[in-house]
């Protein structure tokens, strides 16, 4: 399978986008300015395969950049967000599922109690305003390359699109909003003892994801979780892990579940959803019932806790048994020896890492020596010109990468031997491909 390189009806409609909607795009990432060419408009998505408005296929290698566990329009989900429509889109009352799905979060993970919202942005947000609250302290602790949305405290060396898009600062966040916020490296253990040491008693909390993916995979090193929790928990601030990536998705209980690390508080999002915008974010009882309107902490949301986006969400937790993510889990590990493999034989330095179910691919350039990737400039050092064009490569084969190299490749059940092959057969190519492109730092 070889699709031409230029994509006649996704360049008509990506033309008109960019007249009505900035950058031609809703989500920065979607643009393919890190790896040139036209975005694909996408059709329709089935099982493990996504289908453009050129009629090309694609098999998907994002999975709508985590939540689709079990693939595109999954009979039970489409069939329990059809049921949910059909008695209402939105009601801006409680209902059952709201209940239900609060219940199913909390006995996966340590959460006491959970509260919906209907994005990430909006669950790190009031996570952070909660543990200020708490706490009566105003200081955050972040990582670089940790990506918790595009909260203004928490954009700077944020990853992921800003990492990107190579955008130094982001205008229209003020120094006055920035100044409460400390970024230290990420797997820096000696920098946040130090940082503690000197200002323990200001900052109101440390937020981290929990197994980061947003500048690529990256793991906390052993013990790292622990120590962010013994600082924290030693000088009275919260540690808020988030997993909106990493949550329902890295396992059945996401991060924690491999790295039993408690914190105070937790964000969710994406698997929760089941593909529609939903996310959460809960933790200990005591913290959790300063929220309005138990507690003095406003939070509030018109669609928060929407029937169709609870009722996908239930419907995709309901779908991901054990027995799911095993098999999740040994696609993934196929995929990745598949990419090792193809690397190797061209001659591509490259590492790639894990985080459960969740990996990515770094490529290096000539001469670069691969390594474990501990941090954000580790991260940083990766060949973005040799990204592009295996990632090139791979499209007009029919497989659909995230358009950087500081993003996950998901899987999931929906994921065959047959889109396993067809991932296999475009490998060699793509891995050619990155291999004829000279040295480059990216």
Request: net charge negative; with cysteine.
């Given at each position: 399978?070889?699709?031409?390189?230029?994509?006649?009806?996704?360049?008509?409609?990506?033309?008109?986008?960019?007249?009505?909607?900035?950058?031609?795009?809703?989500?920065?990432?979607?643009?393919?300015?890190?790896?040139?060419?036209?975005?694909?408009?996408?059709?329709?998505?089935?099982?493990?395969?996504?289908?453009?408005?050129d009629?090309r296929?694609?098999?998907?290698?994002i999975?709508?950049?985590?939540?689709?566990?079990?693939?595109?329009?999954?009979?039970?989900?489409?069939?329990?967000?059809t049921?949910?429509a059909q008695?209402?889109?939105?009601?801006?009352?409680?209902?059952?599922?709201?209940?239900?799905?609060a219940?199913?979060?909390?006995?996966?993970?340590?959460?006491?109690?959970?509260?919906?919202?209907?994005?990430?942005?909006?669950?790190?947000?009031s996570?952070?305003?909660?543990?200020?609250?708490?706490?009566?302290?105003?200081?955050?602790?972040?990582?670089?390359?940790?990506?918790?949305?595009?909260?203004?405290?928490?954009?700077?060396?944020?990853?992921?699109?800003?990492?990107?898009?190579?955008?130094?600062?982001?205008?229209g966040?003020?120094?006055?909003?920035?100044?409460?916020?400390?970024?230290?490296?990420?797997?820096?253990?000696?920098?946040?003892?130090?940082?503690?040491?000197?200002?323990g008693?200001?900052?109101?909390?440390?937020?981290?994801e929990?197994?980061?993916?947003?500048?690529?995979?990256?793991?906390?090193?052993?013990?790292?979780?622990?120590?962010?929790?013994?600082?924290?928990?030693?000088?009275?601030?919260?540690?808020?892990?988030?997993?909106v990536?990493?949550g329902?998705?890295?396992?059945?209980?996401?991060?924690?579940?491999?790295?039993?690390?408690?914190?105070?508080?937790?964000?969710?999002?994406?698997?929760?959803?089941?593909?529609?915008?939903?996310?959460?974010?809960?933790?200990?009882?005591?913290?959790?019932?300063?929220?309005?309107?138990?507690?003095?902490?406003y939070?509030?949301?018109?669609?928060?806790?929407?029937?169709?986006?609870?009722?996908?969400?239930?419907?995709?937790?309901?779908?991901?048994?054990?027995?799911?993510?095993?098999?999740?889990?040994?696609?993934?590990?196929?995929?990745?020896?598949?990419?090792?493999?193809?690397?190797?034989?061209?001659?591509?330095?490259?590492?790639?890492?894990?985080?459960?179910?969740?990996?990515?691919?770094?490529?290096?350039?000539?001469?670069?020596e691969p390594?474990?990737?501990t941090?954000?400039?580790q991260?940083?050092?990766?060949s973005?010109?040799?990204?592009?064009?295996?990632?090139?490569?791979m499209l007009?084969?029919?497989?659909?990468?995230?358009?950087?190299?500081?993003?996950?490749?998901?899987?999931?059940s929906?994921?065959?031997?047959k889109?396993?092959?067809?991932?296999?057969?475009a490998?060699?190519?793509?891995?050619?491909?990155?291999?004829?492109?000279?040295?480059?730092?990216?």
């Open positions: 399978m070889l699709y031409p390189s230029d994509a006649p009806a996704s360049a008509e409609l990506f033309d008109r986008a960019s007249e009505v909607i900035p950058g031609g795009v809703n989500s920065p990432v979607r643009a393919f300015r890190s790896v040139g060419g036209t975005p694909r408009f996408m059709a329709s998505g089935h099982g493990a395969y996504l289908t453009d408005v009629g296929e694609y098999v998907d290698l999975c709508s950049w985590g939540p689709l566990l079990h693939g595109h329009a999954h009979p039970a989900i489409v069939d329990a967000v049921k949910a008695k209402g889109t939105s009601f801006g009352t409680p209902t059952e599922n709201e209940v239900l799905l219940e199913e979060i909390i006995r996966r993970t340590p959460a006491q109690q959970i509260r919906l919202v209907n994005s990430g942005t909006e669950a790190t947000m996570a952070i305003r909660l543990a200020r609250g708490f706490t009566n302290r105003s200081l955050v602790v972040k990582f670089a390359g940790c990506y918790h949305g595009h909260v203004d405290s928490l954009l700077a060396e944020a990853g992921s699109g800003v990492a990107t898009l190579a955008i130094p600062e982001t205008r966040v003020t120094q006055t909003q920035t100044a409460e916020t400390v970024v230290l490296p990420y797997n820096d253990a000696a920098a946040l003892e130090e940082l503690f040491a000197q200002r008693d200001e900052i109101a909390c440390v937020i981290t929990a197994a980061p993916g947003n500048m690529g995979v990256v793991p906390p090193v052993s013990g790292f979780n622990q120590k962010i929790r013994a600082v924290t928990a030693a000088h009275g601030a919260l540690m808020i892990s988030d997993e990536m990493t329902f998705r890295a396992s059945i209980g996401g991060w924690h579940e491999l790295d039993q690390v408690d914190a105070d508080l937790y964000t969710f999002g994406k698997v929760m959803g089941g593909g529609l915008p939903a996310a959460a974010f809960g933790g200990r009882a005591d913290v959790m019932a300063l929220l309005a309107p138990a507690g003095p902490v939070q509030a949301g018109t669609l928060s806790g929407n029937p169709l986006a609870t009722a996908a969400g239930l419907a995709n937790l309901q779908l991901s048994t054990p027995e799911a993510y095993q098999q999740i889990a040994s696609t993934s590990s196929e995929l990745q020896g598949m990419t090792a493999s193809a690397l190797y034989a061209a001659g591509v330095p490259h590492k790639i890492q894990t985080a459960g179910t969740m990996f990515s691919v770094f490529l290096f350039g000539e001469g670069q390594v474990n990737v941090d954000y400039e991260a940083r050092t990766q973005a010109e040799r990204f592009s064009a295996f990632f090139n490569e007009t084969r029919g497989v659909y990468l995230p358009p950087s190299g500081y993003e996950c490749w998901f899987v999931s929906a994921h065959d031997e889109a396993l092959e067809r991932i296999d057969a490998l060699p190519y793509a891995a050619s491909a990155a291999a004829a492109v000279g040295y480059d730092h990216g």
